[in-house]
Every structure is written in C-alpha cells, then in structure tokens.
C-alpha cells in the first residue's frame, strides 16, 4: 500500500460517475459535430468544393464513422474507462512522451484557442441573425442597429467573455447538475433543428427566392437574389454545378469529418460516466448516435440545398469567404436563411432559442476536455499536483476549470487584438486546431490496433478481448482502419488551402507546441524523479478510479 501512495496522490480520484450513457451520448452528439455539420460544412463545402455532391459524401462519412471511429473510441474507454481519455490509453500503450505531447497540445489548440473562434461562429449562427431578422421584419431600427452591434469587434469580444465565463460556470456545477443543464438545453436545441429544416422542407424555391428578394431590397440591393448570384459571376465565380469525384472525396474528408469524428467527445469526461467498461453499451450508444445525427444532415443539407439552390447559396458563400463583399448584411449560414425564409416572428424565436441551446452545449466543447486532460496528466504526476484536487462536494476539478477559463480568455485577447482582427487569423487557426485533433485521433488509433500486443496483460484482462472477427482482435480492425483515414485528414488539412494548408505560420505554431509539451514532459519527469517517484511504472499501469 505504500508503494501505491508513492505513485499516486490518493487511493481515489474523488471523481464520481454521475453521467448516464445518455447523457455522454447526447454531449457527444451536440457538441462541436452539430454545429459544423448542420450550419458550417454545407457553406463551406459549395465554395471550397463546388463539384462536390455532399448528399454522396455524407453516406461516405457516415459508413466510415460507423465501422471505424465510434467503434475503436467505444473499445477504447471500455478497456481504460478513465477521465481524460485518450491520454492516460496512449501514454500506457505507445510511450509517455507520445501521449503527452499529443495531448497537451490538443489542449493549447482546443481548449485554449478554440473558443476565439469558436464563439465567433456561434455569434454568427446565433444573436447576429436573430436581430438583424427581428429587425427587418418589425421594421424596427433598433433591432437592426442591435444585430450590427453584435457584428462588430465589440460585440464579438463581449460574446467571447461572456460565453467563456459562462462555460466555467457551467462546468463548475457538478456532473450531475450540469447532466440536467445540458438535457434542457438539447430540448430547445432540438426543437430549434426540426424547426430549422421544417421551414426548408415547407417552403418552394419560388417562396425562399421571394423572401431574399424583400430582404435586400429593403436593404438597397436591388435585384435579390439574381444580384447575389450575378455580383459572385462579375467577381470571377463559377455557381455552376459540375459533380466531380475528387470534390466530393475532398469535401468528405477535409470539411464533412471536421464535425462528425468530433462524437466521441464525451470520451475525457469517461471516469464520469456509468458503465463506460462496458463494450456493447458503448457501442449502441456512440455508433446509433452516429447514424441519427448522420442522417439527420443528409435530410438538412438536401432540403437547405433544395429549395436555396447551388447557383445561389455557392454564390454567397464565394462572396462572404472569398471576395469579402457580399450584398447580405449577415452571414449566410443555414440559421440566418431559415428565420428569413419561415417569415414568422414565433418560429424565428423558436429557431434562435434553440440555436442559442445548441450554442450552450458547443460552449462547453473546449472547456470540458481540457479539464479532464488536465487532470489526468496531474493525476499522472506530469502537471501541478494541484490540478488533480477534486472538491468533495461537487466532484469537480475547479482549479482546472480556473486554468481553462483564464487561458481561454488570453488567447481571446491575442486574437482578438491583432491588427488585422479574427478573420485574418481564422484559416491559420482552423488548420492548427484541425491538424491537432487528427494526429491525436491517429495515435488513438494506432494504440488500439497494437494495444492487444503492447500491453499484452492490460488487454486480456480488460473487456475488448473477447470482440474479435476470426482471430483478430476487433479493436485492432477498427483501430486499422481509423488510422489509416485520420492520416488522409491530417495530410488533407495540412494540404488544403481552404483549412488552412500550406500556411508555414500555422505549421510552426503546432510545432512549437509540440515542443512545449515535450519539454514540460521531461521537466515532470525529471522532478518527480527527484522527488523518489517512479514516474515509469505509474505509466505501466492503469491509473486508479
């Protein structure tokens, strides 16, 4: 027993598995994934791969999520069901070093960085089209001067702040609570998506060609619809659609999995959540939520694209991402088209409410990770020892949550105060913050396709080695395939001019992260060895609950 104390703080985590699989499978639906696939990916895909079919992508995607990720990061907490995953399960089956350079890094990019830009979608998707609509529809000026005001630099930085300091509040009211949190807010967000994709489903391309018509008339564009679509011609744009394979693979791997490979999110809160060791559990959960959510952005992108058109809705995009100069006084993401287009003040509201729950649950997606990766490296002995205090209370962990909050906020200021604004950072970022995420879900994969045989003993003994398909460990099929593409998508986003490819800045920084991390990994070490602990054998085994 004293041997045990030497290696680990406590005999306990103090942390309490307070999630049902319901609610780990809900956050891991609703967080970054629903956002990027319902609202980011469709626009982005017309001007980044206009030949792309994104109806034949998705079904892509959705078999590749389905035979490969869900299933390698469902084996994955059933035989290491700890917080902070898919650190403590790389760490222990390739090299410490590996886990820890990977995944400190993840937490600069996303649990740092993230929220700059990530709120600034969010504003963009939610407060900016609502006033800007409630505004045009009420003829009320106020409203109006209201939605420019949240798209200005001030504006923004007030929803950064305020959206970071409520995620810290958020995620400082327990597991449980915060369960019963996100249940509300998933209610109004789904209403919001139903509602959402109703309209389209409801409206004629006549109807949404008449409400863009009288908006922008009412704004001075004369000409409407036709002026978007003839503004992005003049400007050197092609609307035309010509489907062509190479699009419509690029588009599958460089934008569609920017959201979907994000639903095992869930996974670093996975010392939290009841029966995580159980294989088939995780599998009807992580692989049905897959398919539900997959199927619903094949039925919104169709009707979204239906009814606005290629010609059109590519055309504004090209003019808002690429020339700059676009006749819409708002962004033109799905949300802002859907409150244009129903023409009703009450579904408006509907759509705004639920967007804004949506918001609250995406909020956390920074935040939440980087909590529980902080704490596992401090439980680990590889950070402050003081990010491994859980209250007794709450079950939670708020020097980390305090750690979150004041980097994110940094990092908020730096971007915010360059020169040139956070438009001019958002290609570099993306490709940063992307880039991270795909090396870190390839490591995971590789540790799954080997961990039967480099931690022999763990295997065994943990519940995946009884799934395998004619010999052959299931988890390192899974494990297979999933490395393989999340290689194509790292190199595709290091390649790709859209997602920030090519940029040498973007490049450096993650370097120089990498960097960082090794270095604070051999100076832990080094003073853990002075301390007498044996740094490598807590690494040889599983850490405790």
Request: hydrophobic share 50%; net charge positive.
């Amino acid at each position: 027993m004293a041997q045990e104390k030497e290696l680990w703080a406590r005999k306990a985590t103090g942390l309490v598995r307070e999630w049902t699989q319901f609610d780990f499978t809900i956050y891991n639906i609703f967080n970054l994934g629903t956002w990027v696939g319902m609202a980011l990916a469709p626009l982005w895909g017309f001007v980044g791969f206009p030949g792309a079919d994104q109806m034949i992508s998705w079904v892509f995607i959705i078999i590749l999520v389905v035979i490969a990720s869900q299933p390698t990061y469902a084996m994955v907490l059933s035989a290491m069901p700890r917080t902070g995953q898919p650190y403590p399960f790389q760490a222990r089956v390739l090299h410490p070093l590996i886990g820890y350079m990977v995944n400190f890094t993840m937490i600069i990019t996303v649990a740092w960085l993230w929220p700059a830009f990530g709120f600034w979608w969010m504003r963009d998707l939610t407060v900016v089209p609502f006033f800007g609509t409630l505004g045009y529809f009420t003829n009320n000026p106020f409203f109006t001067n209201l939605g420019a005001w949240w798209s200005s630099t001030t504006g923004l930085v007030v929803f950064q702040v305020g959206g970071i300091l409520g995620a810290a509040l958020v995620a400082s009211i327990g597991m449980k609570r915060y369960a019963l949190w996100q249940r509300f807010c998933i209610i109004l967000g789904a209403i919001g998506m139903v509602v959402v994709t109703g309209v389209f489903l409801m409206t004629s391309q006549t109807g949404f060609i008449s409400a863009i018509d009288g908006f922008l008339g009412a704004n001075g564009v004369p000409g409407g619809y036709n002026a978007i679509i003839d503004q992005a011609k003049s400007g050197g744009w092609d609307p035309t659609f010509r489907f062509n394979w190479t699009d419509t693979i690029l588009y599958m791997v460089v934008i569609g999995m920017m959201g979907y490979t994000f639903l095992h999110w869930g996974s670093y809160q996975a010392g939290e959540v009841k029966g995580a060791q159980k294989v088939k559990t995780n599998m009807t959960y992580m692989v049905g939520g897959a398919i539900v959510l997959g199927l619903y952005f094949i039925l919104s992108i169709w009707a979204y694209t239906n009814v606005g058109g290629h010609d059109f809705l590519s055309s504004a995009a090209y003019l808002y991402y690429v020339a700059g100069s676009s006749p819409l006084p708002m962004p033109p993401y799905i949300t802002m088209f859907a409150g244009l287009v129903s023409g009703s003040i009450p579904l408006l509201v509907i759509i705004f409410v639920g967007m804004l729950g949506l918001s609250a649950i995406n909020a956390m997606s920074g935040i939440m990770p980087g909590r529980g990766t902080i704490f596992a490296l401090a439980w680990d002995r590889m950070f402050p020892m003081a990010f491994a205090k859980v209250n007794e209370k709450y079950h939670i962990p708020f020097n980390n949550i305090l750690l979150q909050t004041v980097m994110a906020l940094i990092f908020v200021a730096i971007v915010d105060l360059n020169p040139g604004g956070l438009g001019s950072w958002i290609g570099g970022l993306m490709g940063m913050l992307y880039t991270s995420c795909w090396i870190c879900f390839l490591t995971t994969s590789v540790a799954a396709a080997v961990f039967p045989w480099r931690r022999r003993e763990m295997y065994r003994a943990s519940p995946v080695a009884k799934w395998q398909i004619g010999g052959i460990p299931l988890i390192t099929i899974v494990g297979v395939i999933n490395a393989a593409f999340m290689l194509v998508l790292a190199y595709a986003n290091l390649a790709v001019p859209i997602m920030g490819g090519g940029n040498l800045v973007s490049i450096g920084a993650l370097l120089s992260f990498y960097a960082i991390s090794a270095i604070l990994y051999f100076a832990f070490k080094y003073y853990r060895k002075s301390q007498g602990i044996d740094i490598d054998k807590i690494f040889r085994e599983i850490p405790a609950e």
